[in-house]
């Protein structure tokens, strides 16, 4: 067990998965399931599984609502955390005023509309007014804002808005790049399109900042 201590749940990271003899424990438990929520989710995913023409009593498919559920409340969780709170964890006051940039943070949501992933990276940087924030905060807020069903538009506009709020920065920008499996294992199919989203605010609106953190995000 670990105390994660900027959002105040609580982790257990399980190294193994035996099927029906142990419960399973390999994915991070945050403290936060509700049991009654898991229990209430597994109840419909065997309905599912049996409106979709499946036994869900047949071994392979036994624990699956619970391993569902769990997933689900996983990939989610962002509902129950606080990007503000993690982000006030480290203040630092600083003079710096250059562009500060994380690039290419993984991010994994869920598409609001059909429940299926959307993934790529995103990249956000911000130019600090005496405040700045401990790095690996920023990858933490996107997480907390991509682990709910998101629209990538939303999604990119929630990171910035938690920045600018907290940090009151001189400005901020955030650029998303993602491929979404609705688009690709159903609909229209299309296995190469990528959906680039940004929101900027303060000096990014200024065509050479930003003209400055395009080149930075493409590697230049
Ligand atoms: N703007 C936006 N649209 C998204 C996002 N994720 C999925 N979508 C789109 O949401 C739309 C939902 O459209 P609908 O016509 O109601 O649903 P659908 O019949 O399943 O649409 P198709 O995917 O075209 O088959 C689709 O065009 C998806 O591509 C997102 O992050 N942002
Ligand atoms: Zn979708």
Not at 2 to 19: D, I, Q, Y
Not at 184 to 196: D, L, N, S, Y
Request: aromatic content about 6%.
């Amino acid at each position: 067990m670990a105390k994660n201590k900027s959002t105040g749940v609580l982790v257990r990271s399980g190294a193994h998965l035996e099927l029906d003899s142990h419960p399973i424990d390999h994915y991070e438990r945050v403290d936060r399931y509700p049991a009654e929520a898991t229990e209430a989710i597994q109840q419909h995913v065997r309905e599912i599984l049996r409106w979709i023409g499946e036994d869900p009593d047949r071994e392979g498919l036994r624990r699956t609502p619970e391993r569902v559920a769990l997933a689900l409340q996983y990939l989610t969780q962002g509902y129950h955390q606080d990007p503000r709170a993690i982000l006030e964890a480290a203040l630092f006051e600083e003079d710096y005023s250059e562009m500060i940039l994380v690039r290419d943070i993984q991010i994994y949501s869920l598409c609001e509309h059909h429940l299926l992933p959307f993934f790529g990276k995103a990249h956000v940087a911000y130019i600090p007014n005496k405040k700045i924030v401990g790095l690996s905060k920023i990858p933490r807020v996107v997480d907390v804002f991509a682990r709910r069903l998101q629209v990538q538009e939303r999604l990119t506009i929630q990171i910035r808005d938690a920045l600018e709020e907290v940090l009151q920065p001189l400005g901020v920008a955030v650029v998303i790049e993602a491929q979404h499996l609705c688009m690709m294992m159903r609909g229209v199919e299309k296995q190469h399109a990528i959906t680039t989203t940004s929101a900027m605010s303060g000096e990014f609106l200024k065509e050479a900042t930003r003209a400055e953190f395009m080149r930075l995000i493409n590697g230049g």
